[in-house]
C-alpha cells in the first residue's frame, strides 16, 4: 500500500483564473520581459513571470517587502471607463420615447396573422454526463425568433 503523500504530490494544483487592470507601460514591461527571456534562450508566458515576481516578493524580507510595495501606486479598481465623447451624450431612446407624444398608427388592411413558430428542441450536444451548465448559461434565455413579415396580398383588377 503506498504512503498518502504520493497521493498528494503527484495530483496537480488547482488553477485560479482572474482578471485585474494593469497600467499600460507596466503591461508593456511583461512584454520587454518576454523578450528578454527569449534572448536568454527560454520560453515564458505572461502567467510564469507574474507567478515569478510573486517568488521573488516572497523571499523579500520585511522591509524590502514594504518598499516594493509602497513604490507601486494604487489604481482605481474596475474595468477602465471607456473615453469620454467630446459632445455630450445623446439621450437615450427609453427616455426620449417617453417624451414624445403617442404617434397614431396608420390603419392596417386585413390580412392574416403571422403565426410564431414552435419553439425548436434544444441540439444534443456530445457535452460530459457530468458537466453542469454554467450559472450564466441558465440564467440567459434563449433569443426569441422574429418571423418574417407578409406581404398583403395583391388586388385583383
Known amino acids: 500500500m503506498a504512503p498518502a503523500t504520493d497521493k498528494s504530490t503527484s495530483k496537480k494544483p488547482k ?4 482578471s485585474f487592470t494593469i497600467p499600460k507601460n507596466e ?3 511583461i512584454e520587454t520581459l518576454k523578450t528578454r527571456a527569449i534572448a536568454l534562450g ?5 502567467s510564469e513571470l507574474l507567478r515569478a515576481g510573486l517568488m521573488v516578493l516572497q523571499g523579500l524580507s520585511d522591509a524590502a517587502y514594504k ?3 509602497a513604490a507601486v501606486p494604487t489604481l482605481k479598481t474596475g474595468r477602465p471607463a ?11 431612446k427609453r427616455k426620449a420615447a417617453a417624451k414624445k407624444p403617442a404617434a397614431k398608427k396608420a390603419p392596417q388592411t386585413a390580412t392574416k396573422p403571422v403565426a ?7 441540439a444534443k450536444t ?3 454526463p457530468t458537466a453542469k451548465p454554467t450559472a450564466k448559461a441558465a440564467a ?13 396580398p395583391a388586388k385583383a383588377a
Open 126 to 128: 456530445a457535452a460530459k
Open 67 to 69: 518598499t516594493a510595495v
Open 116 to 122: 410564431k413558430a414552435a419553439p425548436k428542441a434544444p
Open 42 to 46: 527560454i520560453s515564458v508566458k505572461k
Open 82 to 92: 471607456a473615453k469620454a465623447p467630446s459632445a455630450p451624450p445623446a439621450p437615450s
Open 140 to 152: 440567459k434565455p434563449a433569443p426569441a425568433r422574429k418571423a418574417a413579415p407578409r406581404k398583403a
Open 27 to 29: 503591461f508593456a514591461a
Open 15 to 18: 488553477l485560479v483564473r482572474d
